[in-house]
């Protein structure tokens, strides 16, 4: 009897998505939960695993293809794992499990293995070492002599063709020699990149975007940091004290004194929320994705900075759920860990309005007739002028200021 592999069932917001990768070729032997296949969806990469031991008896969608919702991608014959049947490529296998642990995105993961390349001998740029698509077209292009850059090239974009049909490198020789190679790259968005770009396109076309700053003392805050921090993280069992946990409380407050902030708009309708469900930008190498701290204003402080780590390791590690995702009523941005001084933040519809936190920087500032220096950080308060005033958004950011420069407010609901 054969076991359907099917996709996840895809919520109303994601119509479809697109195989990216198969990590399985039909006759293999796979383990239970043992990875087959990736998807990718305009918000996340989702991985389909084997839901039984057995034997990948037929792949019937191909890489490249898009597919709804629940999807029928390959059928399964359940039993034994096959490692007795094929013991020389279990200890293939298992010889090369280092290069198999090597972190990787798809697109690279698919030009290494249409190459026959040996991954342990790429370096990789992003994050935590993990080998990007750029990576390995450069590796490719610096294998062969300089003189023959161009052909390598070539060679490398029939090898890609032929797995994904989609061109990814291309190098351009000067007439006068090799020591004037100039290297160009055309990779293909992947579908969440070009769906990031068509939202933030959206929302500077079609929203009334309006950016207004400020600046607060980060002193008190860094002082009480400094002095509970150990002790915080000892009670919280390793939750690390920051600042994102004070800035999410901070806006939960100034969210239930302005209800516009947090209100969004629906065609003619505004839709006032009586909860605050606060999107926490996060970086990954796809791309910045939102996931949402459900009922921020429930939580405490070292909630938030629990939450805010998960949410952090499930995107680097792209484990992130569409429920994940989904949602939000005001965003929270923290550029300043990126070294950020300023910057207008974009909003995320259909929230109208997303804080942009900075980088800290000792800046000399006049206190009681006094100029002195002190640890400062920029504020952007970004919202839409079609729901919210100016008036109304400069107060929301005074009210963050001033939690923030007091901290005692935050905790006392003051």
């Known amino acids: 009897m054969k076991i359907e592999i099917k996709a ?3 919520p109303e917001s994601v119509a479809d998505g697109e195989v990216s990768l198969w990590h399985k070729q039909e006759g293999d032997f796979v383990a239970r939960d043992e990875l087959l296949v990736e998807i990718e969806t305009d918000k996340v990469v989702m991985e389909v695993v084997a839901p039984e031991d057995g034997r990948l008896d037929r792949i019937l969608v191909a890489a490249g293809s898009t597919i709804e919702s629940d999807a029928l991608l390959a059928e399964l014959t359940p039993g034994a794992s096959g490692a007795a049947e094929r013991p020389t490529e279990v200890a293939q296998a298992t010889a090369s499990g280092t290069e198999k642990d090597i972190p990787m995105g798809p697109a690279a993961r698919q030009l290494i293995e249409a190459n026959g390349l040996d991954a342990t001998a790429i370096n990789g740029t992003g994050k935590d070492g993990r080998i990007n698509k750029e990576d390995v077209v450069a590796f490719i292009a610096a294998q062969q002599p300089l003189t023959a850059a161009s052909s390598s090239a070539d060679a490398a974009l029939s090898a890609s063709a032929s797995a ?8 351009a020789l000067d007439p006068q020699g090799p020591t004037s190679e100039r290297i160009e ?16 396109l959206a929302a500077s076309q079609e929203t009334a975007m309006l950016t207004t700053f400020n600046e607060v003392d980060m002193a008190p805050l860094m002082r009480l940091r400094s002095q509970y921090k150990d002790q915080f993280e000892k009670t919280h069992n390793g939750t690390r004290l920051g600042f994102m946990g004070f ?3 901070a806006c939960c407050e100034a969210l239930k004194r302005f209800p516009e902030v947090n209100a969004s708009i629906d065609g003619n309708d505004v839709v006032y929320h009586g909860y605050q469900d606060i999107g926490v930008a996060v970086s990954t190498d796809d791309g910045l994705v939102v996931p949402v701290l459900r009922d921020a204003d429930f939580m405490s402080i070292a909630d938030v900075e629990a939450a805010i780590r998960d949410l952090g390791l499930k995107a680097r590690d792209k484990k992130l759920t569409i429920d994940d995702m989904t949602g939000g009523t005001f965003t929270v941005s923290n550029g ?13 519809p259909p929230q109208t309005a997303i804080l942009g936190m900075h980088t800290i920087k000792d800046r000399p500032v006049a206190i009681d007739g006094e100029v002195v220096v002190r640890p400062m950080m920029y504020l952007a308060l970004s919202y839409d002028h079609r729901l919210i005033d100016g008036k109304t958004a400069v107060q929301f950011l005074v009210t963050v200021k001033d939690l923030i420069e007091d901290p005692s407010r935050i905790l006392l609901q003051l």
């Open 164 to 171: 994904s049909a989609k061109p990814v490198a291309a190098v």
């Open 8 to 10: 996840p069932a895809f």
């Open 247 to 249: 800035f999410v409380r």
């Open 336 to 348: 300043g860990v990126f070294g950020s001084l300023l910057s207008t933040p974009i909003l995320n």
């Open 185 to 200: 790259r055309r990779v293909p968005m992947t579908r969440m990149r070009a769906r990031i770009a068509e939202r933030l």
